[in-house]
């Protein structure tokens, strides 16, 4: 497809568990970025990244959060113990260098 | 640390009449964005806006920039239901290492019949 994409749509799982989120961005894109976005709430930066530069972390609200992406292709977010406050939409977005950010429709997680 | 304020939060409104969201953000930035969000889905690009005194228009919506206030307004005319969504304004902050979004808290628009 042409736009952002991202799996799964929907995931539940136990407090506790480790959950992996992948992002396929739009072919081309250099820049890709994760946010969260808690209900009712607007989008928290969590990470950048930009080519082959170092990501830009600075977001991510602890350690048990981590981000890969290789290239300019796929990355992946993943949250290792998972609390009940880790549960939100993830949201991933691409962009050519300084250009518009174009978002995928999210993953929707939920920790019980 | 930037911050990004809305307001309203909530709005709800009457069809055919008109209103305005407002945005105010703390710190210089490059361009302003506009989002639009229905229940359930991902965001929409509305308005990408790159400098003092910009002013775009899309149909009943018009967005305007003062960079010297630090504000924002997204204008919605002659309010129709299909407008209904929530409506994020996002600062981008352009880094040495690339840019990255700060969004407001968004507004909330109801438009009832």
């Known amino acids: 497809g042409a736009g952002v994409s991202q799996s799964p749509s929907n995931k539940v799982t136990e407090k506790g568990k480790d959950v992996e989120l992948r992002c396929d961005p739009i072919s081309g894109h250099t820049a890709l970025y994760w946010y969260r976005q808690r209900l009712g709430q607007g989008l928290e930066f969590l990470i950048y990244f930009q080519g082959n530069s170092a990501p830009d972390k600075s977001g991510l609200p602890s350690d048990r959060f981590s981000a890969e992406r290789t290239g300019e292709s796929v990355s992946t977010l993943t949250i290792q113990r998972t609390q009940q406050e880790d549960s939100a939409v993830y949201l991933c977005?691409?962009?050519?260098?300084?250009?518009?950010?174009?978002f995928g429709d999210g993953t929707r997680l939920s920790i019980l | 640390e930037l911050k990004v304020e809305q307001n309203p939060l909530f709005l709800s409104m009457q069809e055919g009449k008109n209103y305005t969201i407002y945005c105010n953000y703390s710190t210089t930035s490059d361009r302003l964005y506009w989002y639009r969000q229905d229940p359930g889905k991902s965001l929409e690009s509305l308005f990408v806006?790159?400098?003092?005194?910009a002013v775009k228009q899309e149909g009943r919506l018009m967005a305007s920039l003062d960079t010297k206030a630090r504000l924002s307004t997204l204008h919605i005319t002659a309010a129709v239901h299909d407008l209904s969504a929530t409506y994020f304004c996002a600062v981008d902050i352009r880094e040495t290492s690339g840019s990255r979004l700060t969004f407001g808290e968004g507004t909330q628009l109801t438009v009832n019949p």
């Open positions: 977005a691409s962009s050519p260098l300084n250009r518009p950010q174009h």
């Open positions: 806006l790159l400098s003092n005194g």
